[in-house]
């Protein structure tokens, strides 16, 4: 595709019409309340929760494209200067409310761009969501599919949703005498709520603006902002610390969980002494480590343990309930697509792999010029390297070491923030990304 026709995600360039995937801020960077460069499509649930992240924005401009559903659009060729038609497809890429994929049929071709998706091979929605796809591409093959690469790494294999989220319950249900909290985003995760509170019978506590969100999401009854009514708490993300859960239990035995595709682990105060003892992603790592209370961590056992729950501190668990495709999901994908061309949506400095090292061999037409290969190869070398230096270390991925740099009130609690930032890299127009969504 030309040029100066569409965007997807991307905000900087001059388009003549922009395509936004869903609401997490990796995919909003660059966006505001300003905005005026051009319509702006995107479905039904992301228009709704559109004016919580951007209550300024001029709302003309926001096109809804139902979700399985083909529109055309008219534009223009830059080259050529003659006009053109597209029909885009919206697909559910069942990542977080509002999630689409987008397919785009027209003189370039075929190009299929996922934005963040998870499709299980158990999930009816998926199945849906592969039916409309097929259904929508006929006789055409994808030329070219950018794929959300977040987890592309064969180290990553984690069972389906319904699974992990009966692995919180089990462990909610395990400490029947704790308070819990649970770290989750602004938005994403709902089903793992929902499924907590409907087999404990159980409201859930939410912050204020999560609140907001979960009624317009049509969610009323089961969430409050009443620490009264519940044991169950899920705080945002970037709360859940080693030094929030410690503040805790010095007054009520609480237990944290975190549901994350990446491997938590605990950091202790004596790995980084100018640092809060905080919650950090260790990557595949090959060495084992104690922590100042003595608590071992094998960090071999990573390898294998991505699939299941693991409790990493005394006080916490990492449930491997992921929003984003695993590896396995991943080749599956493209398997169906057979695309001539891959491009993964997103680099990252903790677990960057470019799709065609794996999976080059899938594409209808080889990606894989002499000059590319080296590319490739260098780029595997970059990510070994980093690999390596957090297998030593497990000093991970941080762009910034942590800071106490903001205080909010949960429960009545003074919650300290620890916030982790992560760099993302995107191969089609730079973005950065933080901790917060790469769930
Ligand atoms: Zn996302």
């Avoid at 991307?10 to 309340?33: I, V």
């Avoid at 091979?121 to 796809?133: C, I, M, P, V």
């Avoid at 957090?390 to 949960?410: F, H, M, V, W």
């Amino acid at each position: 595709m030309e040029r100066g026709m569409i965007s997807v995600d991307q905000w900087s360039e001059r388009s003549q019409a922009y395509f936004l995937t869903h609401l997490h801020s990796d995919h909003t960077k660059g966006l505001s309340s300003q905005w005026s460069k051009g319509p702006l499509f995107c479905s039904p649930v992301t228009a709704k929760l559109f004016p919580v992240k951007f209550p300024e924005f001029d709302f003309s401009l926001l096109r809804v494209l139902e979700i399985g559903s083909s529109h055309l659009l008219s534009l223009v060729s830059p080259t050529t200067g003659s006009k053109t038609t597209v029909q885009v497809t919206a697909i559910d890429a069942h990542h977080c409310p509002g999630a689409s994929m987008y397919l785009f049929q027209g003189e370039f071709g075929c190009v299929l761009y996922t934005g963040d998706f998870r499709w299980e091979a158990t999930s009816e929605r998926a199945k849906l969501g592969k039916d409309k796809l097929l259904n929508a591409l006929g006789n055409d093959k994808v030329d070219l599919l950018y794929i959300d690469n977040t987890y592309c790494n064969p180290f990553y294999s984690f069972p389906p949703r319904e699974v992990a989220a009966q692995q919180v319950v089990d462990i909610i249900e395990s400490h029947p005498e704790h308070d819990i909290i649970i770290g989750i985003d602004t938005l994403g995760k709902e089903d793992l709520l929902l499924h907590i509170s409907r087999t404990l019978k159980t409201k859930i506590w939410v912050w204020p603006e999560r609140l907001q969100t979960m009624h317009l999401l049509g969610l009323y009854d089961i969430f409050t902002t009443d620490t009264s009514l519940t044991r169950v708490r899920a705080v945002p993300r970037y709360s859940f610390s080693i030094d929030t859960l410690e503040g805790l239990n010095s007054m009520r035995s609480t237990i944290g969980i975190m549901p994350s595709g990446l491997p938590w682990v605990w950091r202790s105060l004596e790995e980084n002494a100018d640092s809060p003892a905080s919650f950090s992603i260790c990557h595949s790592a090959g060495s084992k480590g104690s922590t100042s209370d003595g608590l071992h961590v094998d960090r071999c056992q990573l390898n294998s343990k991505s699939s299941s729950a693991r409790r990493y501190h005394p006080y916490a668990y990492s449930v491997p309930y992921s929003d984003h495709s695993c590896f396995g999901e991943i080749e599956e994908f493209i398997k169906l697509v057979q695309p001539s061309k891959i491009r993964g949506i997103v680099s990252s400095s903790f677990s960057y792999t470019n799709p065609l090292y794996h999976f080059s061999h899938l594409c209808g037409v080889s990606q894989l010029p002499e000059q590319l290969g080296k590319k490739v190869q260098k780029e595997e070398e970059n990510a070994r390297t980093v690999q390596t230096k957090s297998a030593i270390g497990c000093s991970e991925y941080r762009e910034t070491k942590p800071k106490r740099d903001r205080t909010l009130k949960a429960g009545n609690l003074r919650v300290y923030r620890s916030r982790i930032s992560v760099l993302r890299r995107v191969r089609c127009g730079a973005k950065i990304v933080e901790m917060d969504n790469i769930d």
